[in-house]
T-cell receptor, first 113, second 114 residues
């Protein structure tokens, strides 16, 4: 079954620690995205990548970093510089057709204390 | 600046009745819109879309209407079912092919009660 796998589903970290969220897709999609969901704020774009070895900042990239070394994988690192890291993180991908919809993973809930 | 707005954070509808979820946008250059449905602790799933060359698109119980002059779209669910209870997001793609991104509204939580 093709899809997007995010792991782990729940993640707990102490303040000041970097943490990496995994995202893998087997849909053969070129583009991948990271969104963050906070209550009352919808989905906000953190980073996206249209092709391997290339990525662009989204609207709220500060305190985050990504890499795209393989087509299937787009890990997100939440660094200690991110002021409010506790959130629900969603990874998505889409085919390279214009207006094609995003396919989302089931998310990772990160709690930083 | 919130380019895609969903001004109703929640909506409660009786089973069998119509649910109408609204979405407004500010950027007149948007030419395509999508609706997503999201259950708690899951990723959103694509529901239905509409191109700006149309004013209506229908898929089973779901119909999306687009009013370009008012910069407004709405999602109608008829008849509503308890399984429709979820958060609904409208979204619009923006940017060129190499830099496109999907801009989401803040969502409307729909509750369908028996």
């Amino acid at each position: 079954d093709g899809g997007i796998t995010q792991s782990p589903k729940y993640l707990f970290r102490k303040e000041g620690q970097n943490v990496t969220l995994s995202c893998e897709q087997n849909l053969n999609h070129d583009a991948m995205y990271w969104y963050r969901q906070d209550p009352g704020q919808g989905l906000r774009l953190i980073y996206y990548s249209q092709i391997v070895n290339d990525f662009q900042k989204g609207d709220i990239a500060e305190g985050y970093s990504v890499s795209r070394e393989k087509k299937e994988s787009f890990p997100l690192t939440v660094t200690s510089a991110q002021k409010n890291p506790t959130a629900f993180y969603l990874c998505a991908s889409r085919a390279g057709l214009i207006n094609s919809p995003l396919h989302f993973g089931n998310g990772t809930r990160l709690t930083v204390t | 600046d919130q380019q895609v707005k969903q001004n109703s954070p929640s909506l409660s509808v009786q089973e069998g009745r119509i649910s109408i979820l609204n979405c407004d946008y500010t950027n007149s250059m948007f030419d395509y819109f999508l609706w997503y449905k999201k259950y708690p602790a899951e990723g959103p799933t694509f529901l239905i879309s509409i191109s700006s060359i149309k004013d209506k698109n229908e898929d089973g119980r779901f119909t999306v209407f687009l009013n370009k002059s008012a910069k407004h779209l709405s999602l109608h669910i008829v008849p509503s079912q308890p399984g429709d209870s979820a958060v609904y997001f409208c979204a619009a793609p923006w940017g060129s092919y190499n830099t496109d991104k999907l801009i989401f509204g803040t969502g409307t939580r729909l509750q369908v009660f028996p």
